[in-house]
């Protein structure tokens, strides 16, 4: 259901393909049939253009490909048949369009992430209390049977404990930072189901389901018109 919204652009980026396809094909035709009577002039020839399944997403590094993978083949040579795709002009100017000041975050930042995606996951399954409960029950401890702190354990608390005796977090308040956090983070990383393509395709369902709420309420009317 997610992919239905690229899969139609890719539907039209065929159809485009086709027809250019066509008239190319009917071009080399009359052309060929040009040389073949002896006419000193024929229609010119341009080269075919290729139509690759492959689209970017507006303002994002991202872009959605069709890949047609063979499995007759080793691992290895798949990997080179996609290394050698990614090696052409318009891959290579899309790595240095979007090449980022690192190439990976630092440990902390992923850390942060991590904690944040995990802890949203408890709020949301158990909510605050028994989410702090949980994360308590099962917190790593050292060799010695002592509890070990939290990652960044200072972080949303409010009461000044040791690092290894403090909660996850100790209000609710805690975890609604982090939602708001790991949201923020999937929508940079997965545009298309957390951003701002998510935001349009539930504009789209709710569309729909107004147009078919419509539909079926004109359908009553003309129902009840007949005898």
Known sequence: MFLTHYLDQLKDMAAKGHAELKKQVAAEAQAAKARAEGKKKFPPITPRQKFYPIFELPNTPFVQAFLPLDFRKSKKRLLQEIDKWLELPENKDRFDKHKPMTEAGTEKQAKDRLKDLAAWRLYRELGCDK???????NRKRDESGRPRPFHDPRKGQTKKVPPN???????ESGFLKVKKRAEDHLAELIPWEFGTYEEEKKQQKRQWAA???KALKEAKKISKSFP
């Open 165 to 171: 005796e403090a909660p996850l977090y100790s209000e």
């Open 131 to 137: 989410a702090v409960s949980f994360a308590e029950e």
């Open 211 to 213: 147009a078919f709420k």
